[in-house]
């Protein structure tokens, strides 16, 4: 473990975290971003991010193609409603874990996470249309509700097509109906 990834990872996982806070201010949800990735800092997951730090893409793939899994990950998912992940549960009738539904306010947070990560990873070479293509390109092999699935992608999609200023505004507007997804 590298002293100096340590700040690195740190400054890293911070800067990340406060762009999703200003994210979900924009999007109308600004308590949920206040606790957003607390888990970050707890040793479980800090400690591993700053062993695989790499500065270009999350340390949990690093981590993955080391060991196979992902210590960091296996915890963060299981404390952070507002990963897809989260949402699985054990399903009686195929006795198989099965992806659930998610609660709008959380895939809204997921939106605001996964620009934020676009914007930190990419720098300033971050385009509208890189979130939605990270989306795409894993969309085939993922393992999430098919209604959250869409949902998201329309999200991404807008932003691609009309911009940031405009999905957020249309959030806080779908926000304030009350509906469904």
Known sequence: MKPENILR???????????????CI?????????????SKYMPEEFLQGVRYYQGTRSPNEQERIEKGYSSAWMHHKGRNKHHFEYWTDYNPATRRMSPVKMPRRYVIEMFCDRLAAS????????????PLQYFLKGK?????????SAFLERLL???AVKGEDWTFAWIRHYLARNDDY
Do not use: K, W
């Open 157 to 159: 999609r807008m932003v």
């Open 140 to 148: 085939e092999t993922r393992c999430i509700h098919p209604e959250t």
């Open 26 to 38: 924009r999007a109308g949800i600004p308590v949920q971003g206040l606790g957003h990735d607390l």
């Open 9 to 23: 990872h740190f400054s890293t996982i911070t800067r990340h975290r406060h762009a999703v806070i200003r994210n």
């Open 119 to 130: 914007r930190i990873y990419n720098g300033d070479s971050y385009e509208d249309s890189m």
